[in-house]
């Protein structure tokens, strides 16, 4: 146990991965910081495999609040991130603070470019007295939590690194296609070993759009894919939400590039200003019958609403709201 906790802490700067992509955009790249101009705040929370552990919390827990408006008079938006992804009853937790700044250049009303750079800082720590070793295993009667340990848990693992992460995004009306590179510092692990540079680099790319199926704009599709790639392992998330007036009903996939990992099902209400939404992920993978899936759910506020994000009637030199964002 203590071993593949171990591996778990060496690897922490493997990425933090969301199921429902149309919500946590903003998390992939920082160039969608202001996309919806008027003040946006989101909310979001992933239990990952809740069946790992006997807690009330166990697995794997994510929590994502942030905050990004656009600055009409500078072409630019900013936005803040606050993430803690903790695991086990708090054995292994991760907290980020992320803050972003992203450029908007606009070619005409209908076409704009946007750069995007956040600056973060990361504390990880591993809780050394949550731990089970190897003198607390009985051969015959098995782990015995009441037995002392000659292991020194007196101190916790604990790290602080900073990092840098980088995007651009291409969108339309009804189309957008981003990519971002995500870790591009070096970090140190919990036993103070630098990585290389470029070595936790997460290379990533989203798209996404809208198909409006009637005229006055109340049923439409909108697809969404999302692919990562950092140190050998690669991953395709899809999504598809139907929507009909304020419901959304949608499917989705997780793919390795060599097993399908998952199929999401994922279901929302928009209500203009504010949006609900939840997914569930169901496990294909070898290890299905042990994690329980993985929950999502999630919450975003649009305070001046739909109408007046990126090209409210005040401000003609900004982008219309778009689409793609209005489900």
């Known amino acids: 146990m203590f071993i ?39 909310a979001h929370y992933r239990n990952e495999y809740p069946n ?12 994502f609040i942030s905050y990004d408006q656009f600055l009409k008079n500078y072409n630019s938006g900013l936005g803040a991130q606050v993430i803690a992804d903790k695991f086990g009853d708090n054995l292994y937790s991760r907290y980020y603070i992320n803050i972003n700044y992203a450029y908007q ?6 076409n704009a470019l ?7 800082m990361i504390h990880q720590q591993l809780d050394k007295s949550k731990l089970v070793f190897f003198d607390q295993i009985d051969p015959i009667n098995g782990f015995n939590q009441l037995a002392a340990s000659e292991e020194d848990i007196s101190n916790s693992f604990s790290q602080t690194n900073f990092n840098l992460n980088a995007g ?20 140190n692990n919990f036993q103070g ?30 697809p969404y894919f999302l692919f990562d790639r950092q140190y050998d392992y690669q991953k395709y998330v899809g999504n598809i939400l139907y929507q009909y007036e304020t419901l959304n009903l949608g499917l989705g996939f997780r793919h390795n590039a060599r097993d399908l990992e998952s199929i999401i099902f994922l279901v929302g209400f928009n209500f203009n200003k504010l949006r609900i939404s939840y997914s569930y992920d169901l496990n294909t993978s070898g290890i299905k019958s042990y994690t329980g899936g993985s929950h999502e759910v999630g919450v975003r506020i649009l305070f001046k609403g739909e109408d007046n994000s990126l090209y409210p009637n005040e401000y003609k030199n900004i982008l219309f709201c778009p689409d793609f964002m209005k489900n």
């Not at 946007?114 to 973060?120: K, T």
């Open 105 to 110: 250049a606009k070619f005409n009303e209908y």
């Open 52 to 63: 790992i552990g006997s807690q009330i919390n166990s697995g794997f827990n994510t929590y």
């Open 193 to 222: 070993i630098a990585s290389k540079q470029f070595e936790d680099m997460t290379i990533s790319a989203q798209v996404g759009g809208v198909y409006w199926l009637n005229q006055d704009k109340r049923i439409a599709l909108f």
């Open 114 to 120: 946007r750069f995007g750079l956040s600056a973060n």
């Open 168 to 187: 651009i995004v291409y969108f339309t009306n009804y189309f957008y296609a981003g990519l971002s590179a995500r870790n591009l510092l070096p970090r």
């Open 4 to 42: 593949v906790l171990m591996q778990l802490a060496n690897s922490w700067a493997q990425d933090i991965h969301f199921s429902q992509l149309a919500q946590t955009q903003f998390f992939s790249n920082p160039a969608f910081a202001g996309i919806q101009f008027g003040p946006r705040v989101l």
